[in-house]
């Protein structure tokens, strides 16, 4: 049996045991994509972010459900019993599916000590928050696919949205067993990104934390060093879906090659800085505006295309794959269709904005990316971004 198909038997029997019993606390959080505003976000401009379809979730066991775990981990009872860790020891149990396991125990110094897998952020938020001990499942299978055989992860903030269902979790247990509590969102947020930067060396501007917090559609801003913005948006999201066709892309490396580049250069990189801003503002005041015409699709794709031209030049100068050969091809592919597409996020193929004119268009232009990537060999997963089409099913195209 394959690792994956181990993996995915593992996720199955311990989806099933907690079905079976009652976990004391549940807590929720989405995927994010950055809508608008990428990199223009670290410089104080507005970012637009949604969130997906895709939930994680997080439960908590007390220790008494220890041992029927192990049963179903097997690897984590063979570490425990090599290593000969005593139940007594054992302060906290994490379970994150398809990532692995681990064993956080206290040795006789007091020192806490991780056996199996390391979760750096998951153990920073339970030791900062004076979580009482137990087991702590968290549940990201929704934010990947299995790709030739392999789980790969889409690039819809799974990071960030475990560490909001932990906090979201947290949250719902009982005051007196926490150090720290985070009841308001707001709370949860400043939490959990504090945790998060800790961990990635103060890189990136929390943006996905936010929205996988809040939910739904948002404004994001910092303000300064102390203060951040969010502003939940009450507006439908015209009809947009997220393309994304495996592969993923390091935030924190182009982070830190556009940290180099801007030293270089201050004048371009300023320049591209504020190209993506007042994209980013123009969508946000067309989102704001309740008004809207009965053409404000074909508006909404306008300024998509605006923001993937921002993207594209910045990308060219920059030299990161910002803006990829996917991106221009499929661009090219369905110009001529009234479809428009744009790169989001940090960047690489992970994940790709798409929407068209009207639903004909929509239509037309989906199935040109669909051919285009079962002639190329290339696996295709595409969902929906907006409430307005979230009752259609997401659509799975696996190449052989």
Request: glycine residues 8%; aromatic residues 8%.
């Amino acid at each position: 049996m394959s690792i994956l198909a181990l993996q995915n038997q593992q996720n199955l029997a311990l989806s099933a045991y907690i079905d079976s019993v009652k976990p004391l606390a549940q807590g929720l959080a989405w995927g994010k994509v950055m809508l608008f505003g990428e990199y223009a976000v670290l410089n104080g401009g507005p970012a637009l972010l949604t969130a997906t379809p895709q939930q994680a979730k997080a439960y908590y066991l007390d220790l008494s459900h220890l041992t029927q775990i192990l049963q179903i981990d097997s690897s984590l009872k063979l570490g425990i019993e090599e290593s000969g860790v005593s139940p007594s020891q054992i302060e906290y149990v994490i379970c994150a599916f398809n990532w692995g396991s681990s064993i956080l125990y206290k040795n006789k110094q007091g020192d806490l000590k991780c056996l199996g897998e390391s979760f750096a952020f998951i153990e920073r938020c339970l030791h900062e928050a004076g979580a009482p001990k137990g087991i702590y499942l968290i549940d990201t299978q929704e934010f990947g696919l299995s790709i030739h055989g392999q789980w790969q992860k889409m690039g819809i903030g799974s990071s960030g949205a475990s560490s909001a269902a932990l906090c979201s979790l947290l949250s719902q247990l009982p005051a007196s067993l926490l150090k720290h509590t985070q009841e308001k969102p707001y709370e949860r947020f400043l939490f959990a990104q504090a945790q998060h930067k800790a961990v990635q060396g103060g890189l990136g501007s929390g943006a996905d934390v936010a929205c996988s917090t809040f939910g739904g559609l948002i404004e994001f801003k910092l303000h300064d060093s102390k203060q951040t913005v969010i502003n939940p948006l009450s507006t439908v999201l015209p009809r947009t879906w997220g393309l994304w066709k495996g592969g993923s892309f390091s935030t924190a490396q182009s982070l830190s090659q556009l940290k180099l580049w801007k030293q270089e250069h201050p004048k371009s990189y300023q320049k591209h800085i504020s190209n993506l801003t007042q994209v980013s503002q123009q969508a946000l005041n067309f989102l704001q505006n309740p008004s809207r015409s009965s053409d404000s699709q074909k508006r909404w794709c306008e300024l998509i295309q605006s923001g993937a031209q921002a993207m594209r030049l910045f990308s060219h100068d920059i030299a990161l794959p910002l803006w990829t050969n996917t991106h221009e091809q499929w661009s090219q592919l369905i110009k001529d269709f009234d479809g428009v597409i744009k790169s989001t996020g940090a960047g690489g193929d992970d994940l790709t904005l798409f929407a068209a004119h009207d639903l004909h268009a929509e239509q037309r232009c989906l199935e040109l990316i669909k051919a285009h990537c079962a002639k190329n060999n290339e696996p295709l997963f595409i969902f929906p971004l907006s409430p307005l089409i979230q009752d259609q099913e997401s659509l799975v195209l696996q190449a052989p």
